[in-house]
């Protein structure tokens, strides 16, 4: 179980990054276009924790690109910078993200030494096929074995996986999910693929040579493998890219990019749970679904859309949600 904890995030984008994965535009993905140094760290964290209320456990965060594959004076000076602010417990540890195949134990060692707490890893896919045609240039045996050193020495591990990479199915980020949920991380983040300007996979897309992965595509993915995590016990931290300016303002041309993707899915399983329990029961012309006061809206889905397909399937008259006595994520019949 993760602790509760605020972020301050350090965005290193593609600083030594030997790869060129074909959907990545890291500049464009975190909006960040200036390499982070010792100083900009130095800065970032001040500025952090001026806004976060004293008592909170403070993280300093470095994403974006491939941490341990910088340079190692570059990843020393970086973390070397964050070291006064830990020493006086301005912030309390470190975490970071990178690639699976550029991790060892000598790293993990010195990582050690930095206080650095949770590392994230890129696992993308556990289907080879999609690694290789989306120019990963790693293997999922490497991303088993890195997380199991990853675990060996005791820090958090995060792994990131996507859906609708060239050559995904949905039979194969089903099975990604699977073997995720058998390498026991700490929490999962979930990115649908989004076609990015200036990204292989934008050419890809532009040439016929991929095919989009809708946002309803998208939708469905996801909400196929949330209760997989969700039995393991394994929290979902992130469904989606942070919506930036640069992406909201053109550089997300295609694919899945959503502003509220987390609740476009978590509406899709309120109506899955809903329609599963309006086929198992009698029920009348009109029917009322209870549920958590703040599952409301995404019962009701966006413009009515649930509300809608329910009544249309059914030949419902009327639908009514309303707020119930019941946990998050569960929907009653009333
Ligand atoms: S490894 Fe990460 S930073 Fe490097 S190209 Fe791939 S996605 Fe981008």
Redesign the pocket.
């Known amino acids: 179980m993760i602790a509760r904890r605020s972020i301050i995030p350090v965005f290193v984008p ?1 600083l030594g ?1 030997p ?3 074909v ?2 535009n ?1 500049r464009k993905i975190s909006g960040s276009l200036v390499p982070a140094t010792a100083e900009t760290v130095k800065q970032i964290i001040s500025e952090g924790i001026s806004l976060i209320p004293k008592g909170t456990n403070i993280q300093l965060a470095f994403y ?3 941490f341990t594959a910088i340079p190692v004076e570059k990843q020393n000076e970086l973390l070397d910078a964050a070291l006064p602010f830990l020493r006086d417990e301005s912030i309390h540890s470190l975490r970071l993200s990178t ?1 699976p195949d550029a991790l060892d134990k000598d790293t993990l060692e010195r990582l050690k030494g930095y206080k650095v707490q949770t590392i994230e890893l ?1 696992t993308q896919s556990m289907c080879d096929e999609v690694l290789l045609e989306s120019g ?1 240039g790693h293997t999922a045996l490497d991303t088993e074995r890195a997380a199991k050193l990853v675990k060996d020495f005791n820090f958090e591990l995060i792994l990131q996986m996507m859906t609708g990479l060239p050559g995904d199915t949905k039979e194969r980020t089903i099975e990604t999910a699977k073997r995720i949920i058998d390498l026991n991380p700490d929490g999962v983040r979930i990115y649908p693929t989004v076609i990015i300007e200036d990204t292989p996979l934008c050419d890809m897309w532009r040439e016929g040579k991929y095919k989009e992965h809708t946002v309803s595509e998208a939708v469905d993915y996801c909400a196929c493998v949330l209760p997989l995590f969700e039995k393991a016990g394994i929290p979902v931290i992130r469904l989606g890219l942070n919506p930036t300016e640069e992406l909201s303002g053109g550089a997300a041309v295609g694919g899945a990019y959503h502003p509220a993707l987390g609740e476009l899915v978590r509406s899709r399983q309120l109506y899955d749970k809903a329609r599963e329990l309006i086929c198992k029961n009698p029920h009348g012309k009109v029917v009322t679904l209870g549920v958590n006061r703040s599952d409301i809206s995404a019962m009701t889905g966006q413009h009515r859309a649930n509300i809608e397909a329910l009544c249309r399937e059914f030949s419902l008259s009327k639908m009514i949600v309303s707020e119930a006595d019941i946990q998050r994520g569960k929907v009653a019949l009333l």
């Open positions: 593609h990054c790869n060129n994965c959907f990545c890291q974006g690109g491939s690639r890129g990963r």
